[in-house]
């Protein structure tokens, strides 16, 4: 087993610093990023964020959505077969 776990999700390569990227990121990102049960790029994460955050979302509501789209990621990953 890797890193990335017992996932049936596809596997990307990374395009640049991966932890220049993480180090530029917010520190409650940052901090939801460590936790996190699936392999989340920075990258991703800041996607995400920016979005939210433009929509005038709280950083509460940001990391919730960031919750959601894991636990629906993690939901799919169960449904596919590896």
Do not use: H, Y
């Amino acid at each position: 087993m890797t890193n990335l776990g017992d996932t049936a999700l596809r596997r990307r390569r990374c395009a640049g610093d991966p932890m220049r990227e993480f180090d530029r990121l917010p520190p409650c990102l940052r901090q939801w990023l460590t936790q996190a049960a699936l392999p989340w790029s920075p990258a991703s994460c800041r996607r995400i964020w920016r979005a939210a955050r433009a929509e005038g979302a709280s950083v509460a509501d940001v990391l919730a959505r960031l919750d959601r789209a894991e636990r629906k990621a993690m939901s799919k990953a169960r449904r596919e077969p590896v």
